[in-house]
């Protein structure tokens, strides 16, 4: 009877261990389902972004015409969205800590869709110059978050593939909105451009409502806002030779690769004579290196830690960047800007890795501030080859851009030669 008793226990407890890990399973591929979902809606977010970001650049001499103002007035519209898109993060990134990253990402997706809607009804070059900024602050919040959200969702040995997937997303979005706002602008009109994506971006904004839920309401940290944990939030991101020169090389990285596209429709109409839709083709390939192959960049990332490929993806830009100085023919000019934007592929997400460690409970501060150093550098970038081309040409701005670039890969290969595959890191 004792024997049978003890049979009996011995087989409920193994049937109470079945139903554990059946359990513990269920939970595990639930919780994968609902970081994947939301995955999903955040790489939307960031394809949308910045499908309306880069769909201006290659228009500047069709919008030029319309308007019927400088190019240099026309490219100050790009400037206008990322010098109030860089401020914006501090904001953003610091009230994601306070309250809680869902209600931030909601409420910015929705004061975007709103922005870039209600763009089409500019009737000025000035009119379409305070809609830029507008929608610059209005989207400033939702990469900071999504990259936050990333970082909080998945653990370190898993992050470079998100991170790869999220890059992957904002590069289909920077490869078609640079040809298919050049190839629909003549058919739907740059209005329609605007009008389409503020229907689109509310999809996201819907989905995100829908893992309300399941998105933490806020940190568990819960960081008062004070301005003595501001500053030192920043000081402890800013204190060490890590943080510094990360901060460094994005803020700069985001300078040569701004300064390079944001002029090429430009350089295209010059020097090919090519039309809107022209110049939308042409640059097909910018962006879809790492449209297509950023979860795979990322798995290297992951493997083979950011030091090694850092140094390659700088310096593939750089050389792709002294390259459109010579006198190719327009098929290898293509060539040569899709390998620019592989070199952005290969540099910028293994920096915006780093940051994402550098403070585990502050990673809403320490991405507020990777992006606002990215986008200063945008910026700066657009202004500054700009006002280089108009001075001394093309070809002159284009050299210097490139040597400092090249400078900078070359720095690296010792400056980040500690930054290995981590195993513990979270």
Known sequence: MLQKTAGIEEYGSDAVKSISHA??????????????????????????????????????????????????????????YLLPYALGTFA???????????????????????????????????????????????????????????????????????????????????????????????????????????VLSVLPAAGTLYYWHRIPPAPATGHQFSLSKIISGYAHLLGTGRGQRTFGYILFNGFFHSGVFTWLGVYLFDRYHL?????????????????????????????HGRGKLLPWGLALAALSGLALTL???????????????????????????????????????????NTFTLFLGLALGSLTFGWGMQHWGFGVIMTLFGAVQLSLALAATKLFRAEVPAQNQV
């Open 92 to 198: 953003y990134g610091l009230l994601a800590d306070r309250f809680g990253r869902r209600g931030i990402l909601f409420v910015c997706l929705m004061a975007f869709a709103v922005c870039c809607a209600l763009t089409a009804t500019a009737h000025s070059a000035h009119d379409m110059l305070v809609w830029r900024i507008l929608t610059g602050f209005a989207g400033s919040g939702i990469a900071v978050t999504a990259l936050t959200l990333i970082g909080d969702t998945f653990a370190f040995a898993e992050r470079g593939r998100a991170l790869g997937w999220l890059f992957g997303a904002i590069a289909g979005g920077q490869a078609f909105g640079t040809t298919l706002g050049g190839l629909l602008t003549p058919i739907i009109g740059w209005q329609g451009l605007f009008l389409g994506i503020g």
């Open 275 to 303: 039309s809107a839709s022209g110049i939308g083709l042409a640059l097909l390939g910018y962006g879809i290196p790492g449209f297509l192959g950023g979860p795979l960049i990322g798995k290297v990332i992951d493997r």
């Open 23 to 80: 359990v513990v399973g269920v939970d595990n591929v639930e919780n994968q389902a609902w970081r994947f979902g939301l995955l999903r809606c955040l790489l939307a977010s960031a394809f949308l972004l910045f499908f309306q970001s880069y769909m201006i650049a290659p228009l500047i001499p069709y919008l030029a015409a319309k308007f019927a103002v400088s190019r240099e007035t026309v490219g100050l519209m790009v400037p206008a």
């Open 327 to 369: 006198p190719l023919p327009l098929i290898m000019a293509v060539v040569v800007m899709t390998t620019l934007s592989l070199g952005f592929d290969m540099s910028h997400p293994l920096l915006a890795g780093i940051v994402t460690t550098l403070s585990p409970e502050r990673r809403g501060q320490a991405m507020g501030l």
